[in-house]
């Protein structure tokens, strides 16, 4: 069983910076383009982020492009998402999902094209 495990969410202020890491274990972390995901309260799960499995491509949404950066390091099977100018509005459950390279159903930005998630880590933002 494939599994997820994201860490480094917490409290900051406005302004501040957070950086998120997921931990993956039992798959070929290099086969998975990776993505981040978040949702806040009464809300939709929201595409943030995502990287492909070799790293050389990006995606942002237009929310987070210029604050957010996502990286990835397949020899220890991780990706980061660094935070910076975090605002009110960035508030949410981060979620980190997998989903193979060679899997072109679904849009990328889509929560329903990955097969692959973890447990969420709580990022809360304070103005």
């Known amino acids: 069983q494939v599994q997820l495990v994201e860490s480094g969410g917490g409290l900051v202020e406005a302004g501040g910076s957070l950086r998120l890491s997921c931990a993956a274990s039992?798959?070929?972390?290099?086969?998975?383009?990776m993505a981040w995901f978040r949702q806040a309260p009464g809300q939709a799960r929201e595409f943030v982020a995502a990287i492909m499995w070799s790293g050389g491509r990006s995606t942002y949404a237009d929310s987070v492009k210029g604050r957010f950066t996502i990286s990835r390091d397949n020899a220890k099977s991780t990706v980061l998402l660094q935070m910076n100018s975090l605002k009110a509005e960035d508030t949410a459950v981060y979620y980190c999902?997998?989903?193979?390279?060679?899997?072109?159903?679904?849009?990328?930005?889509?929560?329903?094209?990955?097969?692959?998630w973890g447990q969420g880590t709580q990022v809360t933002v304070s103005s």
């Open positions: 039992r798959l070929t972390f290099s086969n998975y383009n």
């Open positions: 999902a997998a989903r193979r390279f060679d899997d072109y159903s679904g849009n990328s930005y889509s929560a329903r094209a990955y097969a692959y």
